[in-house]
């Protein structure tokens, strides 16, 4: 995991979190740390890490991810085992 990746993982732990987590830099972070991203109907995306999925909506017309989604984030990278310092 290269530096850039490593500051999106500290952001989306970050209390309370951060609404200017850009989607790419999600998108570097899951396939750094061995996931999948998978492009379903609309801005509907399904990210699959260590056995556990998540349904999400990928931002649009913005680039920013929304706080509810950075939640979202937060906790299914939780169940697959991952912190802040993990």
Request: no cysteine; aromatic share 6%; glycine share 6%.
């Amino acid at each position: 995991m290269n530096h850039k990746q490593q500051k999106t993982k500290a952001a989306i732990f970050s209390k309370p979190p951060l609404n200017s987590i850009e989607w790419a830099d999600v998108e570097s972070l899951v396939y750094a740390l061995g996931g999948e991203i998978k492009q379903n109907k609309g801005s509907r995306v399904r990210i699959d890490l260590k056995g556990h999925s998540l349904n999400i909506h990928s931002p649009h017309p913005q680039k920013e991810v929304k706080q509810y989604a950075v939640k979202l984030l937060r906790e299914f990278l939780e169940k697959a085992g991952f912190s802040r310092d993990v």
